[in-house]
């Protein structure tokens, strides 16, 4: 399984931007698909995720801003990012969990990375 990311960039505070992350390899549609993201000085942290089962997890930190999405005919994960705040400066990378983890919100849980993409939101 490989995954793709892309879409980062700077964008200005009250922004939008939307990452894409092609997984190959493998259909997704039973997976755990996530967006972690990791800003400088801090731990790697969970943005949102899509659980095998359909149901999406969203952070207090970025509910109502961040919208994730699949395609399953490009087997392509979309994170959609409104309302961008500098404090969501960061790497952001999309991971995939085969083994359906309970744990989603740890990223040993997760088989499989994107090579990461940063965003930069900046005046």
């Known amino acids: 399984v490989q995954l793709q990311a892309s879409g980062g960039g700077l964008v200005q505070p009250g922004g939008s931007l939307r990452l894409s992350c092609v997984v190959s390899g493998r259909t997704f549609r039973s997976l755990t698909l996530a967006w972690f993201r990791q800003a400088p000085g801090k731990e790697r942290e969970l943005a949102v995720a899509r659980r095998w089962s359909g149901s999406t997890y969203y952070s207090d930190s970025v509910k109502g801003r961040f919208t994730i999405s699949t395609d399953n005919a490009e087997n392509t994960v979309h994170l959609q990012m409104n309302s961008l705040k500098p404090e969501d400066t960061a790497v952001y990378y999309c991971?995939?969990?085969?083994?359906?983890?309970?744990?989603?919100?740890?990223?040993?849980?997760?088989?499989?990375w994107g090579q990461g993409t940063l965003v930069t939101v900046s005046s």
């Open positions: 991971a995939v969990d085969v083994h359906r983890s309970v744990a989603i919100g740890t990223p040993t849980s997760y088989d499989f």
